[in-house]
């Protein structure tokens, strides 16, 4: 332990002789820092050693050591005195509409055209029918027609069903007028027909939109309005569904008030009237009656639908739906074509489709 403070004590004794040593050198080197004029290094024969001088700042007109301060100058502001302009118009942004929301199922048609302006001047138009079967859309299929004036535009379908009679009605009324039926969906933009304030923005009427071969159903009630096109489209993507068929007879109590008189002892009526009309009941049955089964059967027939399409059709419960596939539809005469019936493309070929229409914007006023 002696010898290793002994050599610690050398080595610290080393360090500050060195630190020393380098210490007067330094001050010999260079002299006195606060002495003015040329310093000689002792034992030296070179010149006297001059220290480096500032250059004078000519463009203050002063020097290094009587230059006063000048602080930074920042640049100039540019002149904000309010210029007149001319007021350019005000452009009126794109109406904007919300969300569509059908108020009720029932069906609807429009007449449509393809909104890609790809396809101009020459678009393919269709008539689209979306919703339930109801009574009255047989007159509402009549009024569409009569707005075409005569031109044949397919129909493209998508509903899940409804009235059976009212579906054979507008059957005979597309096969009347040789229409095409496809099934498939119709998106309207920029609005739907039905919303306020929504306008054909074309001069035949038609509502711009896009037709999607898939992602659609006829079911129920809608394959009879299938049957009748003059060609069936239905795509992969689509679906096509039977069942028993569902009647609803409801019992109704009449009253009526009848006037008669005697004539030569025998009663003879002069006036009827009804008072009054009252449901009592109703039930449903999936049993057709041999007039109603010879009537669907007459209809298929006149579509040229294989009639056995009935026979699957009572075999499936009412409370079910069979979907049918691409090889049944041929079978049973359902589907006689799988393209697109509204495409793009049926526009594009030497001879195109009879339902791409020319026509033009209407003029803004």
């Not at 260079?30 to 001088?53: C, F, H, I, L």
């Not at 809608?222 to 609803?248: D, E, N, Y």
């Not at 009309?277 to 109603?292: E, I, N, P």
């Amino acid at each position: 332990m002696a010898v290793r403070r002994y050599w610690d004590l050398g080595v610290t004794l080393r360090f500050a002789l060195f630190w020393l040593c380098l210490s007067v050198l330094l001050v010999n080197s260079t002299g006195d820092a606060n002495a003015v004029g040329p310093v000689t290094t002792p034992g030296s024969t070179s010149a006297p050693y001059v220290p480096p001088r500032l250059p004078t700042l000519r463009h203050m007109g002063c020097g290094i050591t009587t230059c006063p301060y000048a602080p930074a100058r920042l640049p100039e502001l540019p002149d904000m005195t309010p210029v007149a302009t001319v007021p350019k118009p005000a452009v009126v942004p794109p109406k904007q509409f919300e969300a569509y929301t059908p108020p009720d199922p029932a069906m609807r048609f429009a007449i449509v055209r393809n909104a890609s302006p790809s396809c101009e001047p020459l678009c393919p138009e269709w008539i689209s029918a979306s919703g339930t079967i109801m009574a009255n859309s047989p007159s509402k299929l009549r009024k569409v027609l009569k707005q075409l004036r005569g031109r044949k535009l397919p129909i493209v379908i998508d509903s899940n069903g409804g009235d059976l009679d009212a579906a054979m009605a507008m059957g005979r009324i597309i096969r009347k007028n040789k229409l095409n039926v496809s099934v498939g969906s119709t998106s309207f933009t920029p609005c739907h027909p039905d919303q306020k304030g929504c306008k054909s923005p074309y001069q035949d009427g038609a509502f711009a939109g896009y037709s999607y071969p898939g992602f659609a159903n006829c079911l129920s009630a809608c394959p009879f309005i299938l049957a009748a096109g003059t060609k069936r489209s239905v795509s992969l993507w689509s679906q096509v569904g039977i069942h028993q068929i569902t009647t609803t007879v409801t019992t109704i109590m009449t009253k009526y008030e009848t006037t008669y008189r005697m004539v030569k002892g025998k009663r003879k009526t002069v006036n009827t009237r009804v008072l009054n009309r009252k449901a009592t009941g109703s039930y449903t049955t999936t049993k057709l009656s041999k007039s109603q089964r010879r009537q669907i059967d007459s209809y298929f027939s006149q579509m040229g639908v294989n009639k056995t399409l009935v026979e699957r059709m009572l075999a499936v419960p009412a409370t079910d739906i069979v979907i049918l596939a691409a090889d049944e539809l041929e079978r049973y005469g359902l589907a006689t074509e799988r393209g697109d019936l509204a495409a793009i493309g049926n526009c594009g070929q030497p001879s195109p489709f009879e339902n791409c229409v020319r026509t033009q914007l209407k003029k803004v006023q």
